[in-house]
């Protein structure tokens, strides 16, 4: 791990960025990523999964990162802050950035071994774009990895995180915003949505994510907006007192959702 943080050039404490990419290897260990692949990722975002892809495909492999955002999206770091100091790195003669780039308007010559939406799916607000995605990688990927927050919490520790996205998503209907919950997806939502678009369900599994810090910092995003509520209808406002009473009763020190991973190829 310590090689691939001196690739992202971690400066000062660097827990946060320990555990999330701790993670993302543990993700990338789960898609069944192999030396030589040829990997395409949908919504790379700071580059994270990115790193750990790449440093998992090898000198003979390649990854190809997309994001539809712009490289001044990001706080504390940009997308084009991160990518740059990737490509500066050891790993960065295997990894491709591309921003500002839609999914349908890529021109694929040959196939992916893999294309992977790493906690990336929530971001779709229109489930029928998500869709549209998963039909075109089957045109251009030999296999689909998904990653994806689990709704179906095991601790009671989880239920602030739950919670919180549901007041996010829900935020998402009434107010334009940039945050990375647009929707939220169960695993049998995306495992559907897969199905109808030219995949077979290969296998799913739950990856360990208690330990991050997503949780709170959900948490922390859900209170930030809750006078943003004020102008939605009366029944929605209901609701969402509903869930802030909820959030706020929740049990702590608050831990993030699972993980659950979701492995696909094409359907014969």
């Given amino acids: 791990m310590d090689h691939l943080l001196r690739c992202m050039k971690i400066i000062g404490d660097d827990t946060i960025q320990r555990r999330q990419l ?3 290897l543990e993700l990338v260990k789960a898609f069944e990523v192999k030396e030589g692949m040829k990997v395409l990722e949908i919504g790379c975002g700071q580059g994270d999964t990115t790193v750990a892809l790449a440093d998992q495909v090898g000198a003979s492999g ?18 084009g802050e991160a990518a740059a100091t990737i490509k500066a790195s050891p790993l960065g003669e295997r990894i491709t950035f591309s921003f500002e780039t839609d999914l349908l308007d890529l021109l694929v010559e040959e196939p992916f071994d893999l294309a992977v939406l790493s906690h990336s799916s929530w971001y779709f607000r229109d489930p029928e774009q998500l869709k549209r995605y998963f039909s075109y990688c089957a045109k251009i990927a030999k296999r689909i990895c998904i990653a994806e927050w689990d709704i179906h919490f095991t601790e009671h520790t989880q239920l602030a995180h739950f919670h919180a996205i549901s007041i996010l998503a829900l935020y998402s209907q009434f107010i334009e915003n940039e945050g990375n919950i647009q929707h939220v997806f169960s695993k049998e939502q995306l495992i559907h949505m897969m199905e109808a678009s030219g995949w077979a369900l290969t296998k799913s599994s739950i990856i360990n994510a208690a330990y991050l810090q997503d949780g709170g910092w ?4 859900a209170f930030s907006v809750e006078q943003d509520f004020s102008t939605a209808p009366p029944r929605i406002q209901s609701l969402i007192h509903t869930y802030y009473d909820l959030l706020r009763s929740s049990p702590t020190p608050v831990q993030s959702l699972n993980s659950t991973v979701i492995i696909a190829d094409l359907a014969p």
């Fill in 218 to 221: 959900e948490v922390d995003s």
């Fill in 22 to 24: 701790r993670h993302r």
């Fill in 62 to 79: 390649y990854v190809m990162a997309i994001d539809i955002a712009g490289t001044d999206y990001g706080a504390p770091i940009t997308l």
